[in-house]
């Protein structure tokens, strides 16, 4: 991007010059032909001739000075460049759509949320090529390696003429789940001779499942393989993977979650899971604070009876924006997870609440989104724009973390096999064996590739029928962990 800009400033500059050069050397050009007017609004008008090739004291030629030799070059080419820069926007629009069709193997990402934008920008930045169907404003459009097609992804002949016919792969991010479907509809009805890998995003982690299960029941369509994907629970785990909570041999350890958002839900569940393979016989305090906290926590409870038998919950009813440093009772937690849906709110609470500093290096860690590259500022390399108070504040980038490609990728029976393992880890603890005591004693990110293989195996073995109703049935779905 940084030469186009650098042209497209040494454009008006090229311009200036020629203009400059024109009427000094215009200025001598007509003080030796009297048949000419000399003024200075006719040697203006004159010089403003050269970028036509139109100037009259120029037709019979001879000797000129330098600088208007010069000018009378380079004011046409001027003109040239941007007679051509003019057609090339005229017909950016539908040059993209011929590139984009002509494309083979590309990856197409359909919709205007941020998932659509990160997801565009990582898989570019991995070297993919990428055809963003999307409004003429869209983020990633412009960037190297991402092809814009505009237009309404729910029309068949529109995703034909993004290419989809020898695309690899599609991702449907609006964020508006029925919308997203459409799109699938309207993909399947292009015929193809090779499968279309499709990627969707849902927001809601119970129909998210509900979907993943509907669709590997029908196991006899190969035209299409879809998966249904969240990326608030694969932005979880990555936290959790890098920020667990600490274990105390005297105590039970408290955290706080704050903002009953879908990360700070999917971030409970994978509380309780990641304490329950850890084996801790103290049960997890978990202090929840949002305004519609209670009910937050009696869903997790209902969907994933784990979470009960794992985590002792305290719900505060507070509206996080109007949150104020002493209002809380509990004492100070231990971790705080910030997971408010406004982030300038999370963010002014992890700033000033006191209340939440009390504990060691990063233990306040604010889940990010939109404004992700504020990392940067507070734990940007070299000097710092910004103190992280001494060390406690941690910033995590959830978009960045969820739309990490091979989690975006996973199937269902990808997530059966991985809960399935973690079953498996959970009564080994039970029965007094440690993590790590053999290859298969670890968690699913560190498991030998051929032990994956074999809970993948187990997993699509598992009745279609079964899988379906597991996506509804909370009992058995928690009962997955259970089968080895």
Not at 137 to 143: D, F, I, K, S, T
Not at 176 to 197: E, I
Not at 365 to 388: K, N, T
Request: charged share 25%.
């Amino acid at each position: 991007m940084a030469k186009p800009v650098v042209w497209r400033l040494l454009f008006p500059l090229l311009a200036l010059v020629s203009v400059i050069l024109g009427y000094v050397g215009m200025g001598g050009l007509l003080a030796a032909r009297v048949e000419f007017a000399d003024d200075t609004w006719d040697r203006l008008y004159y010089t403003l001739q050269l970028f036509v090739l139109g100037a009259p004291p120029l037709d019979e030629g001879g000797v000129m000075p330098v600088s208007l030799q010069v000018a009378r070059f380079l004011a046409p080419a001027v003109t040239v460049y941007a007679v051509i820069e003019a057609v090339r926007l005229l017909f950016a629009a539908e040059l993209a759509r011929l590139r984009a069709r002509r494309s083979r193997g590309h990856v197409i990402v359909c919709g205007e949320s941020l998932v659509a934008d990160a997801l565009a920008t990582r898989l570019a930045d991995g070297g993919r090529r990428v055809v963003r169907m999307a409004g003429a404003g869209a983020p990633a459009a412009g960037r190297r390696g991402v092809l814009l097609a505009p237009g309404d992804s729910t029309r068949a002949e529109l995703l034909r003429g993004a290419g989809i016919h020898h695309a690899e792969t599609l991702y449907v991010c609006s964020g508006d789940t029925a919308r997203d479907l459409a799109v699938v509809v309207a993909a399947d009805r292009l015929r193809r001779r090779t499968p279309l890998r499709v990627h969707v995003q849902v927001d809601d982690p119970e129909l998210c499942m509900a979907l993943q299960a509907r669709r590997l029941a029908r196991r006899t369509d190969d035209r299409m393989v879809v998966n249904f994907f969240n990326w608030h629970e694969r932005a979880a785990h990555a936290l959790l993977s890098r920020h667990r909570p600490p274990v105390h041999p005297d105590r039970p350890t408290r955290v706080m979650v704050v903002g009953a958002s879908w990360f700070g839900r999917a971030l409970m569940v994978e509380l309780a899971r990641t304490w329950r393979l850890r084996g801790q016989r103290r049960r997890l305090e978990v202090v929840v604070v949002d305004a519609g906290a209670w009910e937050a926590v009696h869903r997790l409870r209902r969907l994933y009876p784990f979470v009960g038998t794992v985590c002792d919950f305290v719900t505060r009813n507070r509206n996080v924006a109007t949150l104020l440093d002493g209002d809380l009772p509990d004492a100070p937690p231990d971790q705080v997870y910030i997971c408010c849906d406004d982030e300038e709110a999370g963010l002014k609470l992890a700033l000033t609440m006191d209340h939440f500093w009390r504990s060691g290096p990063g233990s306040v860690i604010v889940r990010l989104g939109q404004l992700g590259g504020l990392v940067q500022a507070f734990h940007g390399p070299g000097e710092r724009l910004l103190d992280s108070v001494s060390g406690r504040l941690d910033m995590f980038d959830a978009l960045r973390a969820g739309t990490d490609v091979s989690g975006t990728e996973d199937s269902l029976t990808e997530r059966l096999a991985r809960a399935i393992h973690d079953g498996y880890l959970h009564h080994q603890v039970r029965a007094g064996v440690p993590l790590g005591a053999t290859p298969a004693m670890r968690e699913w990110r560190d498991l030998p590739e051929e032990v994956r293989g074999g809970n993948r195996a187990q997993a699509g073995d598992i009745d279609p029928s079964w899988t379906r109703w597991a996506a509804c049935s909370p009992r058995i779905r928690s009962g997955v962990s259970r089968r080895r």
